[in-house]
Nanobody
Framework: QVQLVESGGGLVKPGGSLILSCEAS????????MSWYRQAPGKERELVAS????????NYADSVKGRFYISRDNAGNMIYLRMVNLNPEDTAVYYC???????WGQGTQVTVSS
């Protein structure tokens, strides 16, 4: 069945870094706009970053600009989110999302704490 599988989350100290990965299974996303969203406890899900089909254009939430970087490997059916200089406000479940389909992955937990 069609799936998006996120990985790479975990516990990291403030100022640390993580790289999240999202693999598409049973479909090819090379022609689709892909995004990362996150949802913190008690808050609404919010857009973190998006990338167009060919990877030529990216968009970031103001809160992560200069710290998070989205990229894609269409040949490998992978999306990445490199996160640096993490802070406790980045603690959330991070989700991979296909914009054209409204299709979500299952999410991966990121916790930033000393």
């Amino acid at each position: 069945q069609v799936q998006l599988v996120e990985s790479g989350g975990g516990l990291v100290k403030p100022g640390g870094s993580l790289i999240l990965s999202c693999e598409a299974s049973k479909f090819t996303f090379s022609g689709l706009t892909m995004s990362w969203y996150r949802q913190a406890p008690g808050k609404e899900r919010e857009l973190v970053a998006s990338i167009t089909a060919a990877g030529h254009s990216t968009n970031y939430a103001d809160s992560v600009k200069g710290r998070f970087y989205i990229s894609r490997d269409n040949a490998g059916n992978m999306i990445y989110l490199r996160m640096v200089n993490l802070n406790p406000e980045d603690t959330a479940v991070y989700y991979c999302f296909v914009e054209e389909w409204g299709f979500w992955g299952q999410g991966t937990q990121v916790t930033v704490s000393s």
